[in-house]
């Protein structure tokens, strides 16, 4: 398949299969949502430490949450396209040629992953936070997926990056008539805006703030709802461009959650940071990896085994970002 950038003078030709195998093909779309999930995984292994998670727990719930996420992205898609599976319904589980959804997909992995950690015994909300940032980077990665299949793109740009295909010709061709109807004009022929694109630089972003927001956390928590305020300020306006949304009526269903997420995102963590001035408290909900530094650190000072040694750049036990130790947790929580 040709895929053109004539603004930057950019003609690729790509192909949506990465393997085959005699009949058995394996599709690029599948092989980067693993890359992505795999190095999601190391990255949040590496750092489990500095959430008060222990790596071999946090792997537990991830394997939980994968099947979840999975399932929960693929009932969201057809719950809203089902006019797409209706005359074939074995078509449901094809998974490999794409019709996933992210917000699907996220709920999916959250509930399985918050029974995992119940079952585990394991903070939920630590756990959100390391996970934020994996989401990111496998919605990053994931996103290119999109770019082989050509899907998930928005209408006509004139902006020098604006992309066309035979797939995005044929999909416009094919809809311009629903999509005159919630007053979307568009011209097949002409370059559209490459929102798989948009994503991936708005979730790299995302996972830079992230990552050097960690020292400053001041609650279990805060950068799980970070996350999502960030990725549904991006949602909301990458979603108003394309032209494949799933759709209730003439709303766009990720749009409406999107904004949803950044709003409930904002309450909750204004009200939260308040609780905290109003406390007068240094020690009121100071995350777990805080805690446990700081009840090894009072052990420590009586005479008993003193917490590891923060490695290079990490903040010690009287700080708020400490390197958690190995004990179990001081106390049940979520």
Same mark, same amino acid.
């Given at each position: 398949?040709?895929?053109?950038?004539?603004? *930057?003078?950019?003609?690729?030709?790509?192909?949506?299969?990465? *393997?085959?195998?005699?009949?058995?093909?394996?599709?690029?779309?599948?092989?980067?949502?693993?890359?992505?999930? #795999?190095?999601?995984?190391? $990255?949040?292994?590496?750092?489990?430490?500095?959430?008060?998670?222990?790596?071999?727990?946090?792997?537990? #719930?991830?394997?939980?949450?994968?099947?979840?996420?999975?399932?929960?992205?693929?009932?969201?898609?057809?719950?809203?396209?089902?006019?797409?599976?209706?005359? +074939?319904?074995?078509?449901?589980?094809?998974?490999?040629?794409?019709?996933?959804?992210?917000? !699907?997909?996220?709920?999916?992995?959250?509930?399985?992953?918050?029974?995992?950690?119940?079952?585990?015994?394991?903070?939920? *909300?630590?756990?959100?936070? *390391?996970?934020?940032?994996?989401?990111?980077?496998?919605?990053?990665?994931?996103?290119?997926?999109?770019?082989? +299949?050509?899907?998930?793109?928005?209408? +006509?740009?004139?902006?020098?990056?604006?992309?066309?295909?035979? +797939?995005?010709?044929?999909?416009?061709?094919?809809?311009?008539?629903?999509?005159?109807?919630?007053?979307?004009?568009?011209?097949?022929?002409?370059?559209?805006?490459?929102?798989?694109? $948009?994503?991936?630089?708005?979730?790299?972003?995302?996972?830079?703030?992230?990552?050097? $927001?960690?020292?400053?956390?001041?609650?279990?928590?805060?950068?799980?709802?970070?996350?999502?305020?960030?990725?549904?300020? !991006?949602?909301?306006?990458?979603?108003?461009?394309?032209?494949?949304?799933?759709?209730?009526?003439?709303?766009?269903?990720?749009?409406?959650?999107? !904004?949803?997420?950044?709003?409930?995102?904002?309450?909750?963590?204004?009200?939260?940071? !308040?609780?905290?001035?109003?406390?007068?408290?240094?020690?009121?909900?100071?995350?777990?990896?805080?805690?446990?530094?700081?009840?090894?650190?009072?052990?420590?000072?009586?005479?008993?085994?003193?917490?590891?040694?923060?490695?290079?750049?990490?903040?010690?036990?009287?700080?708020?970002?400490?390197?958690?130790?190995?004990?179990?947790?001081?106390?049940?929580?979520?």
């Amino acid at each position: 398949m040709e895929v053109r950038f004539p603004g *930057l003078g950019l003609d690729l030709k790509i192909n949506d299969v990465a *393997l085959k195998i005699g009949s058995f093909e394996i599709y690029w779309y599948a092989v980067v949502i693993c890359l992505g999930l #795999v190095l999601a995984v190391l $990255y949040c292994y590496r750092r489990s430490k500095l959430f008060g998670v222990k790596g071999d727990d946090f792997l537990d #719930v991830v394997f939980w949450g994968f099947f979840g996420g999975i399932i929960g992205a693929r009932a969201y898609y057809v719950a809203y396209a089902f006019d797409q599976f209706k005359d +074939n319904l074995w078509q449901i589980f094809n998974f490999r040629t794409g019709g996933m959804a992210i917000y !699907g997909g996220l709920i999916g992995a959250i509930l399985v992953g918050a029974i995992a950690c119940r079952v585990k015994k394991m903070k939920v *909300l630590p756990v959100l936070d *390391l996970a934020g940032m994996g989401f990111f980077i496998g919605q990053a990665l994931g996103r290119w997926g999109n770019f082989f +299949n050509q899907e998930a793109f928005g209408s +006509n740009t004139t902006l020098p990056w604006g992309m066309y295909s035979p +797939n995005t010709e044929a999909y416009l061709s094919r809809h311009a008539t629903a999509l005159a109807d919630l007053g979307v004009a568009v011209d097949p022929t002409m370059p559209v805006h490459p929102c798989f694109f $948009y994503e991936f630089l708005w979730c790299l972003a995302g996972f830079l703030i992230l990552h050097f $927001y960690t020292k400053h956390r001041r609650f279990d928590g805060e950068m799980f709802l970070i996350y999502i305020g960030w990725y549904g300020l !991006g949602r909301f306006w990458i979603e108003g461009l394309r032209t494949d949304s799933l759709m209730i009526g003439r709303l766009r269903v990720s749009q409406l959650l999107a !904004g949803a997420c950044v709003v409930a995102a904002l309450i909750t963590w204004l009200i939260v940071k !308040g609780k905290i001035r109003a406390a007068h408290d240094e020690s009121y909900l100071r995350p777990q990896a805080w805690q446990l530094a700081r009840a090894a650190a009072a052990a420590e000072g009586e005479g008993g085994p003193g917490p590891s040694a923060p490695e290079e750049g990490e903040a010690g036990p009287a700080d708020p970002e400490p390197e958690a130790s190995d004990a179990p947790d001081a106390e049940d929580g979520r």
